[in-house]
């Protein structure tokens, strides 16, 4: 006879919790959206970095010098997803290499992180929802390593913290934007003066005779050239000009004209220096 009762009692109770729990969840609705419970409650992860247009998963390769200070515009990319709506303020700090001797780091021109002599600068930037910033790295090291950056706002750490490692090799190139480079290393008899061309297949003559091949200059622009000397550990800039050659009815070549600018070497062209 009291069972009855006692069901209703108990099912009396559970609605009540019931209708609690639901209350809650549209409160917690009402004050903070879906997106941005996901981000605060469950961590979701609302920053991402990329580098070449690809989410950063392993080391981004850069190349550095311990001559001078080599700079990679927009080399990473940070991105606020939206998920939550929410701006973040993030932080930037730095894990260096025992190698590494000057880094800086900015966004949209303003530095935000920089690291050697007299310098040490941490600082932070905005990023509203949808939005994303490219960084420039500049830096010179001593040897080959790598670094950590970590971007981070301390407020949504889970959600927003993105970690970038930065590897890089040492090379001795005169600037790191001429991608490709051909070592030439004459052996000699005697003092002298040299007059070098390379065609655009790549054979190199000297004095006007062919001594060997190198890789091909085809389609590389004449102002994507440069031409160094380099003695002991200095290096010069060496005068050199892109020559169209042409071929007369009789078969023999002729120098025609001087290339400048983006016109890219085809054919019989030459570059020549002494």
């Known amino acids: 006879m009291n069972s009855q009762p006692a069901r209703f009692r108990k099912s009396r109770v559970l609605a009540i919790i019931a209708v609690i729990i639901l209350a809650s969840f549209f409160a917690l609705v009402a004050v903070y959206p879906l997106g941005i419970q996901a981000v605060i409650l469950g961590g979701t992860k609302d920053v991402w970095a990329y580098s070449g247009g690809k989410p950063v998963s392993w080391a981004v390769q850069v190349y550095a010098s311990n001559e001078t200070v080599y700079c990679f515009p927009g080399i990473v990319e940070l991105r606020n ?10 932080g930037v700090s730095l894990r260096p290499s025992s190698g590494l001797e000057f880094l800086e780091v900015r966004a949209n021109g303003s530095m935000v992180l920089g690291f050697g002599p007299g310098l040490n600068y941490s600082g932070s930037m905005r ?29 949504y750490e889970r959600a927003t ?14 600037n790191n934007s001429f991608t490709r480079r051909i070592t030439l290393t004459p052996i000699v008899s005697r003092e002298g003066l040299a007059l070098f061309e390379i065609t655009a297949d790549g054979t190199v003559y000297v004095n006007g005779k062919p001594v060997r091949k190198v890789s091909s200059l085809e389609g590389v622009e004449a102002n994507g050239l440069a031409v160094v000397l380099k003695s002991g ?14 071929k007369r009815p009789d078969g023999v070549l002729y120098p025609a004209r001087i290339k400048s600018g ?13």
Not at 81 to 90: C, K, Q
Not at 161 to 174: A, E, G, I, K, R
Not at 262 to 274: A, K, N
């Open 127 to 155: 990023l509203d929802p949808g939005s994303s910033v490219k960084l420039d790295l500049c830096l010179k090291a001593g040897k080959q390593g790598s670094f950590t950056l970590t971007f981070v706002d301390p407020r």
């Open 81 to 90: 997803s939206g998920i939550a709506g929410l701006p973040y303020t993030l």
């Open 262 to 274: 983006r016109e890219q070497m085809w054919g019989y062209d030459r570059l020549v220096f002494s």
């Open 233 to 246: 550990g200095a290096r010069y800039l060496v005068p050199f000009q892109v020559e169209s050659w042409a």
């Open 161 to 174: 913290m993105s970690v970038v490692t930065v590897s890089y090799v040492l090379v001795d190139w005169w």
